[in-house]
């Protein structure tokens, strides 16, 4: 009897397996061969490689475990960068110049309690740069943007998502082309911004996240505005598994994030009305 391709395909892989387990191959390895040959492994281990003409930077404030992002088209150098930070403005802004690129937008995914954002002072640095924000925050900003207004740097497009929850005026940025995704504090890695302050709604987080991030492609990357463990960047598949929060019911969700009983963020009087302003209250003099 002639077997079907696929049924011979799988027969090898049985036959395959079998001798792996019958050797003395350790269960890491074999663990490695499953990964790679299962669709699990394929989703998690391959995101889409950025095309040659797009840069990609992730920058890191130490202080407050913010991360930024610096993006250009390496075309035409245009670029945008994501939630700057105040104190690392001028690190941004030379970096910027260093690599020959022009700021068109500080585009910050929302009006955040725990830092100054970096917009308003690149803007006197880089000028010419504008800045951008969710109407919704309720946050100055040259450009006020809502779900769908699309912002471009060369040829590159960011779609804009409203993913409110955390803050009213939570935005994420998803780069379809690169296979990328800039949560903010929407979705954190293994974890999700928290919902006791501001406007926070843990219902709105939960029901935005389940319907507008984890119906993403499996493999896109995740790139959030925080990691408090050291860890730089996620992607869908892996917190639609891994996320504790994200992955319970919405019940279950709305219990655990009523109850995370955090502290303030140490800067959270100076970063709300600093914020409200652009960033642009109190800029350090030096
Ligand atoms: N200790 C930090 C603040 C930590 C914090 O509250 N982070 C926020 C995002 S910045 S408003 C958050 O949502 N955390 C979620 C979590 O589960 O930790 C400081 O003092 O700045």
């Given at each position: 009897m ?5 049924s ?5 892989r049985?036959?395959l ?5 019958n ?15 299962s669709?699990s ?11 040659k003409?797009?840069?990609f ?15 250009a ?13 105040l ?13 020959g690129?022009?700021?068109?937008y500080?585009?910050?995914t929302?009006?955040?309690?725990d830092?100054?954002?970096?917009s ?8 010419g ?6 109407k919704?925050?309720?946050a ?21 998502l409203?993913?409110?929850?955390h ?20 979705v954190?890695?293994?974890g ?5 302050f501001?406007e926070g709604?843990?219902a709105?987080?939960y ?9 993403l492609p499996?493999?896109?990357r995740?790139y959030?505005?925080?990691d ?14 891994y ?25 959270i ?5 600093a ?12």
């Amino acid at each position: 009897m002639r077997l079907p391709a696929l049924s011979l395909l799988s027969a090898f892989r049985q036959t395959l397996v079998q001798q792996v387990q019958n050797t003395s191959v350790t269960p890491l390895l074999l663990k490695q061969y499953r990964l790679k040959h299962s669709d699990s492994g394929s989703k998690m281990f391959s995101p889409a490689p950025f095309t040659k003409d797009f840069f990609f930077r992730q920058l890191f404030d130490e202080a407050t475990w913010t991360y930024t992002y610096l993006l250009a088209d390496l075309n035409t150098r245009e670029a945008v960068i994501i939630d700057p930070v105040l104190e690392k403005a001028k690190r941004d802004a030379n970096l910027v110049k260093d690599l020959g690129f022009t700021l068109k937008y500080a585009l910050n995914t929302h009006m955040h309690a725990d830092h100054i954002t970096g917009s308003g002072w690149l803007k006197q640095l880089l000028p010419g740069s504008k800045s951008v924000i969710a109407k919704a925050s309720g946050a100055k900003a040259d450009i006020h943007i809502k779900e769908g207004d699309p912002v471009t740097f060369g040829r590159h497009r960011i779609d804009t998502l409203a993913t409110p929850g955390h803050t009213n005026g939570c935005m994420s940025f998803v780069i379809h082309e690169q296979g990328c995704i800039f949560t903010g504090d929407t979705v954190l890695i293994r974890g999700c911004g928290r919902t006791d302050f501001q406007e926070g709604d843990p219902a709105h987080l939960y029901e935005n996240v389940h319907s507008k991030i984890f119906t993403l492609p499996d493999n896109f990357r995740i790139y959030p505005a925080h990691d408090y463990k050291g860890l730089m960047e996620s992607s869908v598949w892996e917190e639609k598994t891994y996320n504790p929060r994200l992955t319970k019911t919405k019940e279950e969700f709305i219990n655990i994030m009523d109850n995370l009983n955090l502290p303030y963020p140490k800067k959270i009087d100076v970063s709300l009305p600093a914020n409200r302003e652009c960033g642009v209250y109190d800029i350090p003099k030096e």
